[in-house]
């Protein structure tokens, strides 16, 4: 069974996952803060995170006091952890700008996939090839 964590601030998407990943029997965990993520990370033996790329609200206080975690400074962040860098992470988003991903594609996540989706049928499909490619280029070190 496939396990996916999403980290999602968007009502909306997250209830668009729920009902897909109960289709397909894959088991989703929702982080809406950075402890959650931190703690699902730990505790589940998660197949993919499925990150919004624009998450709000994660993470470090700037200057004027906000949260500026992106999805990719998360990426990031799971990359550096030795017991959480074999989870590969695919970001969600809207934007398809060549610069984005350029900098998405160097930030180590394991893919991008598309905001509005193509189908929300090809969305575990997509998942799963990513997963694959993912588990060859990066053999779990045990």
Do not use: C
Not at 16 to 41: C, D, H, P, V
Not at 45 to 68: N, S, T
Not at 86 to 104: G, R, Y
Not at 105 to 118: T, W
Request: overall charge negative; proline content about 3%.
């Amino acid at each position: 069974m496939l396990q996916i964590l999403a980290i999602e601030d968007d009502s909306k998407i997250v209830k668009l996952y729920e009902s897909l990943f109960a289709k397909i029997g894959a088991n989703l965990f929702l982080a809406t803060s950075e402890q959650e993520m931190t703690r699902i990370l730990n505790d589940e033996q998660i197949d993919v995170v499925l990150m919004d790329y624009h998450i709000e609200g994660f993470g470090y206080a700037d200057e004027a006091g906000e949260k500026k975690h992106t999805g990719l400074t998360l990426a990031k962040l799971i990359a550096s952890n030795s017991d959480w860098q074999h989870i590969p992470v695919v970001l969600v988003t809207a934007d398809k700008s060549q610069q984005e991903f350029e900098k998405a594609k160097n930030s180590g996540i394991a893919g991008v996939v598309f905001k509005p989706f193509e189908s929300l049928l090809d969305l575990p499909q997509q998942l799963e090839e990513i997963i694959k490619r993912w588990r060859k280029e990066h053999p779990k070190k045990i």
